[in-house]
């Protein structure tokens, strides 16, 4: 299967469809199509085992917008694949015809592109209206060359969507994103899967809890939450080994969840934001094709906007905020301060890293935590923006960690030198934990894409999860000696004294040989974050003293 999608990706490259994001779109797009059919099948069996009443989404008359599309015909026996209407004088079809198994294997060439773009897009875009969220406003056909178009539904048609468990479907649609190596101009980008996964396990959400990205994309946190939350409740036997991206992943298929327990995951657990459209559909059909289509991404700018209690109410979120806060927030670019929502005002700064923070710090419910990847500079930049920020973490809410990620961890997106930042609301900080990442098991290279042995997260993962336990034996350790973990502490006093600097090497405990020894990537790392951070300090100066010439 994986070979069959990287088959379609290499067809439309060379059939003149280059941009990846758009090719991962539009495959999203023909899965939905296709999966319709199997979906609808299941809702009819399940009321009829019921006795309930349904109405299949294919029963009735679809009127053609179209009307040349009436005389298509099929490619299978050369048959009339419409029906001319008679009474009314338009031509209608019965909407049957919209299965993928008539319309996808009936039709090709330029009839399959006029009846995909004028009637197939407009049926489903219908049919996403009438559901919990209309991730297909604004769709259109961009596949639109005859043969190329053909032979990709072709090749769709036969990866057996239908047979495959939730599972494969979205190891596969996984496998579709991985092919967008590009960073957007919004500053997002694929945050790779393993560090998600490392995540989502430290901060172990659970059942009954509602869980928020404000920056979605393609949905990886809240997918990597919901297979968290299905391994925690699965028995030994329901346990498998898989292989993904060259490594192997415990899957768990939640059979100790009770039906109870899946409906409150499918509609009350998962919520999310993304301000571009396209990714909206990616991070709609991929929760879909994992079993949660009831979970609605809104496309919205978190940062120009807020919901009222009676929105949120109408949208169906939690009105005293969210238990779990999952993020990789876009790092770049600047919004123009008159749109800034005034909740989300960190003094006078339009960086939207920092924004991003104090938006999640304030979509958080009372005691609810967050994990927040930020890049390196809000950490410890010295605007008073920055200082204020972090002051108010450490002063009047719970800083417990700060992981520290190597400078090529986002590649081949960006080079830029990262941190997850761990925080509960409300509390005062009296120690943070500070891990430091060397190796996260794959090769720091270019394309970050080649599994090896050398792995620090688990280890650190389980530091962090005994935070208590590695409290005590850094207090008991000798101070004079060598400190050989990539784990440490600072107190609040110490943070206070260092303008409350969150950065893990302005802490980390080096004897005189390990200083003299430091690896040069390190350094490095750390000199290009602080000379970045140092520039944009400068140009928000410039935009201040310009303003105010103005």
Known sequence: MRRSIDQIRDYLFGGGYPDPVSNAEQLSFLFFFCLHESIDDENRMRAEALDEPYASVFSGDWTLRNSTNAHLHSARDGNMFATPGVQTGTSTIPRNRFRWSAWARELSSSALVNFVRDEVFPFFAEIGAAGAHDFMRGARLSIDEPTVLSQVVQLVDGLGLAEADSDTKGDLFEHVLRQIRQAGELGQFRTPRHIIR?????????????????????????????????????????????????????????????PDDLAVLRDQTFFGNDVDPKMVRLATMNLTLRGLANVRILQRNVLTSVLDD???????????????????????????????????????????????????????????????????????????????????????????????LPGG?????????????????????????????????????????????????PPLANAYARRDESLARWEAREPAAEWDEKWWFADAPTLRANDYNLSASRYRPLSEAQAEHRKPLEVIDDMIAKQLEAAKDMEAFRTMVAELDG
């Open 198 to 258: 490392a995540i989502v396990e430290m901060v172990d959400p659970t059942i009954g809890e509602t869980i928020y990205d404000p920056a979605a994309g393609t949905a990886g946190f809240l997918v990597a939450a919901y297979n968290h939350i299905r391994l925690a409740h699965s028995s030994p036997d329901a346990i498998v080994d898989a292989e993904v991206e060259g490594k192997n992943q415990r899957r768990g298929l939640g059979d100790q969840l009770t």
């Open 310 to 404: 009676d929105q949120k109410a109408e949208l169906g979120l939690p009105p005293d905020g969210f238990h779990a806060v999952l993020a990789n927030p876009p790092f770049s670019g600047r919004i123009d301060k008159d749109r800034i929502a005034e909740e989300v005002r960190v003094g006078g700064t339009s960086s939207t890293e920092l924004l991003f923070l104090k938006c999640v710090l304030d979509s958080l419910r009372a005691e609810g935590r967050a994990a927040v990847v930020v890049p390196e500079g809000v950490l410890f930049g010295s605007s008073a923006a920055h200082q204020a920020l972090r002051r108010q973490l450490v002063e009047d809410n719970r800083v417990d960690a700060v992981m520290s």
């Open 409 to 457: 961890v986002f590649h081949p997106y960006s080079g830029v030198k990262t941190s997850v930042l761990f925080f509960r609301k409300s509390g005062q900080t009296e120690h943070v934990l500070f891990l430091h990442v060397e190796q996260d098991g794959y090769a720091l290279d270019a394309n970050h894409d080649r599994p090896t042995d050398k792995d620090d997260l």
